[in-house]
């Protein structure tokens, strides 16, 4: 975590990317299990908890808002899925079609996340060169 205002996007994107790897792992497991009696789907949430941090905030502007957030209380959480809800007649509920889909799309947001990092620094690069 770097300590400085003109860091704020980037240590926001590192806590985005964490999530979303860690959205990966979650989602991978899920696949790993899609054969276990009885085991339900988990999911990570790292949305609505930034959601809630910026909103949370007075600022009317998502710069002001972004400067002013602890950045220690961005910390996704794990939860189990629809924890009553089966499908199936060994009570599991995970969908190995819906997993595919959602794995795919945490992946193509990683990439998206390391791309904007990349040119964030890139920025920071190009002003301490002038």
Do not use: C
């Not at 999530?19 to 991978?28: D, E, G, M």
């Not at 054969?35 to 959601?51: C, G, H, N, Q, V």
């Not at 007075?58 to 629809?82: F, G, H, I």
């Amino acid at each position: 975590m770097i300590q400085s205002d003109a860091f704020g996007y980037v240590n926001v994107m590192d806590k985005a990317l964490d999530a979303s790897w860690n959205r990966q792992k979650v989602i991978s497991n899920n696949l790993a299990n899609v054969d276990t009696p009885f085991y339900k789907r988990k999911d990570l949430d790292f949305a609505s908890i930034l959601e809630d941090e910026i909103t949370k905030t007075k600022y009317r502007t998502l710069d002001n808002a972004v400067r002013s957030m602890d950045y220690s209380d961005l910390e996704p959480y794990v939860y189990t899925d629809a924890e009553n809800f089966s499908y199936r007649i060994d009570r599991n509920n995970v969908d190995v079609d819906t997993e595919n889909v959602e794995l795919a799309s945490e992946q193509l947001k990683y990439q998206i996340l390391t791309t904007e990092m990349s040119h964030e620094f890139g920025r920071f690069n190009t002003v301490t060169k002038s």
